[in-house]
């Protein structure tokens, strides 16, 4: 992938489109554009979260395991994101969604069974690891959006799907590692 922007603005896109990889003009509506901007979003939520992780590492140690597990899925977030931008182009290998899977088998051990619904908080680092999979989700759904009109790669909804799962079990093991408790949802009071 050569191709550099040299030049950051061009005005193609002032009449409410742009370009494609492969020539095309779309609408910057379109479900390709809206899963690109998605992926785009949650890879500048991950930069946020990892940015707060290695701030917070002095404090908590433990968190360096979920800076070294986190960090590569921006890279693999942006693969994703040229893929989309260009059909042809395959970044994204089984191999990297096993390496999440391995990640959220060992975690999820560390952490537990989930015994009640819990909320985004506790700690702004919890918070921000819910804010980053429920962008995941968002993202999952506009590639799915995608993936009804123009199929897409097997892997690139399989890794989506599971770094969701990831940052899930991310924002527990924060807890656990920062030694907060977990926000429980209680169900409204019946009257």
Known sequence: MGYRLSKIYTRTGDAGQTGLADGRRVPKDHPRIEAIG?????NS???LLLADLIEQQAVHPG???LIEVLAPCQHRLFDLGGELAMPEYHALQAAEIERLEAAIDRWNEEVGPLTNF?????SRLIAQAHLCRSSARTAERRCGQLHAVEPLR???LAYINRLSDLLFVAARLIARRQGIDEVLWQ???KD
Do not use: H, M, R, Y
């Not at 998605?38 to 949650?42: A, I, K, N, R």
């Not at 819990?118 to 506790?122: D, E, T």
């Open 45 to 47: 939520q991950l930069g």
């Open 118 to 122: 819990i909320l985004p908080g506790g």
């Open 38 to 42: 998605e992926v785009d979003t949650l």
């Open 187 to 189: 169900a409204a009071p």
């Open 154 to 156: 097997g892997e690139l």
């Open 63 to 65: 968190l360096g395991e």
